[in-house]
T-cell receptor, first 112, second 118 residues
């Protein structure tokens, strides 16, 4: 079955340090992959998407993600964390249909 | 990006009553809308997929008579929780997508509705 695995349920970083949120997917072919962010009691906001173009995808708010087919990974990174980045992050995928499969989420905490 | 509006953002109701939640795509025509349910500190669970003008497709385990979905136009879908009970209390989120334009094959999400059933 197709799935998305977010390897860390919680990540804590200090403000100004790099962020790494890990995501692996299972598939026999290249899916469309997404990262969304959710602030408390809010809907999901699209950060970036991969759709088989460039493997390094740049998103909003300084985030980027690299698609690595050999590792079936799509990790989200940011060079320098900001307090406003504290939120829940969801990795997701679609595969030929409009349906998405989401990971279980990673809660990012940014320490002052 | 595309904008999806969801209303209300918070609703409290008595057990046994019905609650309607609206989801609107403001700047694009949404051929497909999705309804999710999210439990505290958990991921989103897809409840159903609706295409404009046709019946919604419900995921396994979701009661279609309990959660009525209507997608009467390309910009509006509604979710009605009928005869709500405390166990229906949750955060409900809609999303919208299209086959063309700014929302082509991408889901844009509403801000969610927190339902509390007393």
């Amino acid at each position: 079955a197709q799935s998305v695995t977010q390897l860390d349920s919680h990540v804590s970083v200090s403000e100004g340090t790099p962020v790494l949120l890990r995501c692996n997917y299972s598939s026999s072919y290249s899916p469309s992959l997404f990262w969304y962010v959710q602030h408390p009691n809010k809907g999901l906001q699209l950060l970036l998407k991969y759709t088989s173009a460039a493997t390094l995808v740049k998103g909003i708010n300084g985030f980027e993600a690299e698609f690595k087919k050999s590792e079936t990974s799509f990790h989200l990174t940011k060079p320098s964390a900001h307090m406003s980045d504290a939120a829940e992050y969801f990795c997701g995928r679609s595969s030929g249909t409009y349906k998405y499969i989401f990971g279980t989420g990673t809660r990012l905490k940014v320490l002052a | 990006g595309a904008v999806v509006s969801q209303h209300p953002s918070w609703v409290i109701c008595k057990s046994g009553t019905s609650v309607k939640i609206e989801c609107r795509s403001l700047d694009f025509q949404a051929t497909t809308m999705f309804w999710y349910r999210q439990f505290p500190k958990q991921s989103l669970m897809l409840m159903a997929t609706s295409n404009e003008g046709s019946k919604a497709t419900y995921e396994q385990g979701v009661e279609k008579d309990k959660f009525l979905i209507n997608h009467a136009s390309l910009t509006l879908s509604t979710l009605t929780v009928t005869s709500a009970h405390p166990e229906d209390s949750s955060f409900y989120i809609c999303s919208a997508s299209s086959g063309q334009g700014i929302a082509k094959n991408i889901q844009y999400f509403g801000a969610g509705t927190r339902l509390s059933v007393l």
